[in-house]
């Protein structure tokens, strides 16, 4: 039950790092950002103009769905083309 209880309190930000195995310092260097900007991502929520970026940098191991819900439904993916823009511009 603890297990599941963890789980719950894992937001969207700590999931992506997570399986991608790389911290949130990191997605912050990788997105071009300050570690204090993705830790307000994780406590409040992902804006919706970096979910294509983070999903590109961290190479799709998470879904826009995965990260805003409330704007992307399940199953929801962005054009290859349009996540190779994103990771260019975050490189």
């Not at 997570?18 to 911290?23: D, E, K, Q, Y």
Request: proline share 7%; with cysteine.
């Amino acid at each position: 039950m603890a297990r599941m209880e963890e789980q719950k309190a894992e937001n969207a930000v700590e999931r992506a790092c997570r399986l991608a195995a790389i911290t949130q310092a990191e997605l912050a260097r990788r997105c071009q950002v300050s570690p204090q900007a993705v830790d307000k991502w994780g406590h409040d929520r992902v804006p919706d103009n970096r979910v294509k970026q983070i999903v590109a940098v961290i190479n799709g191991v998470v879904t826009p769905h995965d990260l805003r819900p409330d704007l992307y439904p399940a199953g929801f993916e962005f054009p290859q083309t349009m996540l190779d823009d994103a990771r260019e511009t975050a490189a």
